[in-house]
């Protein structure tokens, strides 16, 4: 693996399937994050983790659920999914000293 | 509440034209501002603009900030079919790693 990477790149769910989302980095990077990119509203945060074992609440983190179980895996699970959860989702890391982010290739989720 | 803002919305150029976007901010702790390209996929890192004043340049890009006036400006000269993209005004706070705040975008399009 070199960098960022996510899966699946895109998935069709019907509503009120769980779904994960898989994030994985190589670089050793001690922050990730979890984006959804909606027309018009740009890259909201959805959950970031500073550390392994420490995850916190972005702008939009209602319906959405994270771990941070080691330093290179971030799965974003979305538990009963909804119409409204129908987006891109982008995953990145940074060096927390760094503060400079690298995104993964995104996941295109239809949630019908 | 943090708040960054990119004009214009959109910009329409031939190619060889030199373009200029903007990007004003009202932040409170400000750390860094970083700015994004964003074609079909992820975001890719361009500059990060720490200190007032210092250009930053690569190859036909370049991008500085002023602290005193809260903006940034990324020029892009000379432009080409391949420059066409989203591009990303963040702001990283001191207190808050994981949340970056992002503008809403500007999207270029260079005809031939």
């Known amino acids: 693996i070199a960098g960022i990477t996510q899966a699946p790149t895109s998935q069709i769910l019907a509503a009120g399937r769980r779904m994960t989302l898989r994030c994985t980095q190589d670089m050793r990077h001690n922050a990730m994050y979890w984006y959804r990119q909606d027309l018009g509203l740009g890259l909201r945060l959805i959950h970031y983790?500073?550390?392994?074992?420490?995850?916190g609440k972005g702008e939009v983190p209602d319906g959405y659920s994270v771990s941070r179980a080691n330093t290179d895996d971030f799965p974003l699970t979305l538990a009963s999914a909804v119409p409204s959860q129908t987006s891109v989702y982008f995953c990145a890391s940074s060096d927390i000293l760094a503060g400079d982010q690298f995104f993964g290739p995104g996941t295109r989720l239809t949630v019908l | 509440e943090d708040k960054v803002v990119q004009s214009p919305l959109s910009l329409v150029v031939h190619e060889g034209d030199t373009v200029t976007l903007n990007c004003s901010y009202e932040v409170t702790n400000f750390r860094s501002l970083l700015w994004y390209k964003q074609e079909k996929k992820a975001p890719t890192f361009l500059f990060m603009l720490t200190s007032s004043g210092i250009e930053k340049k690569s190859g036909r890009l370049s991008s500085i900030l002023d602290k005193k006036e809260l903006f940034s400006i990324l020029n892009i000269t000379a432009t080409q079919t391949g420059d066409s993209a989203v591009y990303l005004c963040?702001?990283?706070?001191?207190?808050?790693?994981?949340?970056?705040?992002f503008g809403q975008g500007t999207i270029l399009t260079v005809h031939p």
């Open positions: 963040v702001f990283i706070s001191i207190t808050s790693y994981g949340k970056l705040t």
């Open positions: 983790s500073n550390t392994a074992g420490t995850t």
